[in-house]
């Protein structure tokens, strides 16, 4: 069964300091990783994607995860935070043939100024 | 990227009445959608899987006859909370797949709150 883990309910940092905002996976077969954003009262907006290919995959307003298969790992990253960056974030996985995203518990991020 | 809306953003009821949301992808064609309900603070919990066609898929505990989903068309998927009651109030949000890996695009959201 595919399982997602978000370790930190929250992490705080200072503007333009970098970020990073942690998960971990658990699927059969080659994992499909997303990472989304929610802004309060608002649905999911997709940052990124890793489907194959290089491990760091680039997105949406300066983010960028890594795909590290041995630690069964996605973490997000920013090199320097923007407060505007506030907002939950989701991590998700899913299988190859499957259609079911399965989502980690978020993280909230908030960007001191 | 893909485009999907839910309407209403927003809705307050009264208990015992039934609310319907609908869930549109408005510039391509969803054969799949999902309906999630998310609680404050809380992850999304997927509720059921929405085929054009056919009867959606319930996941575990989702009560079918109290969450009616209909999905009559390629662009439209409706989720109708029947009898509502204080306990339903929540956040419902929607999804649909698109794209070559079957990305799933996000609606906006629907906030019900019944009275």
């Known amino acids: 069964a595919q399982s997602v883990a978000q370790p930190e309910d929250q992490v705080n940092v200072a503007e333009g300091n970098p970020l990073t905002v942690k998960c971990t996976y658990s699927v059969s077969g080659n994992p499909y990783l997303f990472w989304y954003v929610q802004y309060p009262n608002r649905g999911l907006q997709f940052l990124l994607k890793y489907i194959t290919g290089d491990n760091l995959v680039k997105g949406s307003y300066g983010f960028e995860a890594e795909f590290n298969k041995s630690q069964t790992s996605f973490h997000l990253k920013k090199p320097s935070a923007l407060v505007s960056d506030s907002a939950l974030y989701f991590c998700?996985?899913?299988?190859?043939?499957?259609?079911?995203?399965?989502f980690g518990p978020g993280t909230r991020l908030s960007v001191l100024p | 990227g893909a485009v999907v809306s839910q309407h209403p953003s927003w809705v307050i009821c009264k208990s015992g009445t039934s609310v319907k949301i609908e869930c549109r992808s408005l510039d391509f064609q969803a054969t799949t959608m999902f309906w999630y309900r998310q609680f404050p603070k809380q992850s999304l919990m997927l509720m059921a899987t929405?085929?054009?066609?056919?009867?959606?898929?319930?996941e575990q505990g989702v009560e079918k006859d109290k969450f009616l989903i209909n999905h009559a068309s390629l662009t439209l998927s409706t989720l109708t909370v029947t009898s509502a009651h204080p306990e339903d109030s929540s956040f419902y949000i929607c999804s649909a797949n698109s794209g070559t890996y079957n990305e799933q695009f996000f609606g906006p959201g629907t906030r019900l709150t019944v009275l």
């Open positions: 998700a996985v899913r299988a190859p043939y499957g259609q079911n995203f399965v």
């Open positions: 929405s085929n054009e066609g056919s009867k959606a898929t319930y």
